[in-house]
């Protein structure tokens, strides 16, 4: 399979079929936040707001840190505020969904037939109903919280709850990345079993996204990086398939608890009690965790290189496609 990597070409010839996709998948975005708060038992405020979904068309999202591979992106936004709170404020507000033309021409590969994006708004759907939803022991947002500090320097630094993170777990977020694919991908399995759809789009996804990452990698560091990106991009791979075993034959309970445990593995059972406690009014220092989905932030690029020099190291490399067996 010949795959384009992403430029302008790509842009040009997609934008518009995604816009038109965009705009008729509304019934089946509702049907599946349905399906997917029901399964990650979400409730309230948090169950009837929908996730917003942003396409970007402009060149600069080609850049942008998961586009630049062919994946989607979800997110809930986050502030917090430590100013002269007791406990420091942590608010997520209304989820986003974001996609561009490049991971719609990926998704026209892997699917093969319209619709090309069903898939991916079960799977970003299902990561936003995981930090939505909860367990007995484990609420979603706490868990995401976790998630979010092995990639923030910034939260584990000014956040008390975070204060004894495990400085170590910082330079492996790649491992606590990996861990959090396996509520979506679990609930993805099944969704996409229960709307007739090949399940074996998933483990096309992975393979392809992970060969671009590769080629991507490879272009921006050069060939002194090959051994370090590939062992990179391998390991990513075995962590993904590995959490998403584990999880396959597991129910709601099951998937909050095995993340839970996964997390503790990493980051020792002593903080996850002692980040328990604090963001439960438990301590005297804490944090207080919150959900709004009234407040909205703008979706934004994450560049993973400048556009200019991505452009311009794909004219130095003479390539514009790479081929997948």
């Not at 509304?26 to 409730?43: A, M, P, Q």
């Not at 990926?106 to 898939?119: A, E, G, H, V």
């Not at 708004?121 to 919280?145: I, K, Q, T």
């Not at 400085?167 to 790649?174: R, Y």
Request: some cysteine; charged content about 25%.
């Amino acid at each position: 399979m010949e795959i384009l990597l992403p430029g302008i070409e790509v842009l040009e010839r997609i934008s518009d079929e995604l816009r038109v996709e965009v705009t008729k998948s509304k019934e089946l975005i509702e049907k599946v936040w349905r399906r997917v708060t029901s399964l990650f038992n979400v409730v309230g405020g948090a169950k009837r707001v929908l996730p917003r979904v942003e396409a970007f068309y402009n060149a600069e999202s080609l850049v942008d840190v998961n586009f630049i591979v062919g994946g989607a992106r979800s997110t809930l936004p986050l502030t917090w505020d430590t100013s002269s709170l007791r406990p420091a404020l942590i608010e997520f507000t209304r989820p986003l969904i974001l996609v561009n033309p490049y991971v719609y021409y990926i998704q026209t590969l892997i699917t093969r037939k319209p619709p090309y994006l069903t898939s991916v708004f079960v799977h970003e759907l299902s990561h936003v109903a995981f930090a939505l939803g909860r367990g007995s022991n484990w609420h979603g947002l706490e868990l995401e919280l976790l998630y979010r500090a092995s990639r923030n320097d910034r939260l584990r630094q000014e956040l008390p709850c975070l204060w004894s993170y495990p400085p170590t777990i910082a330079l492996e977020w790649i491992k606590v990345g990996a861990l959090f694919e396996a509520p979506a991908l679990w609930s993805e399995e099944m969704l996409l079993g229960e709307l007739g759809i090949d399940r074996s789009i998933i483990e096309k996804r992975i393979k392809i996204c992970s060969s671009i990452e590769k080629e991507v990698e490879l272009i921006i560091c050069g060939e002194r990086c090959r051994s370090l990106v590939e062992n990179s991009v391998k390991e990513h791979i075995e962590l993904v398939k590995k959490h998403w075993s584990n999880v396959r034959n597991r129910d709601t309970e099951g998937i909050y608890n095995y993340v839970a445990d996964e997390l503790a593995k990493m980051l020792g059972n002593d903080f996850m009690k002692e980040y328990m406690d604090s963001v439960r009014g438990r301590r005297a220092v804490g944090c207080r965790i919150v959900y709004n989905p009234s407040r909205t932030h703008e979706a934004n690029i994450i560049p993973r290189i400048a556009l200019f020099n991505w452009l311009d190291l794909l004219s130095a490399y003479g390539k514009k496609s790479i081929t997948i067996e």
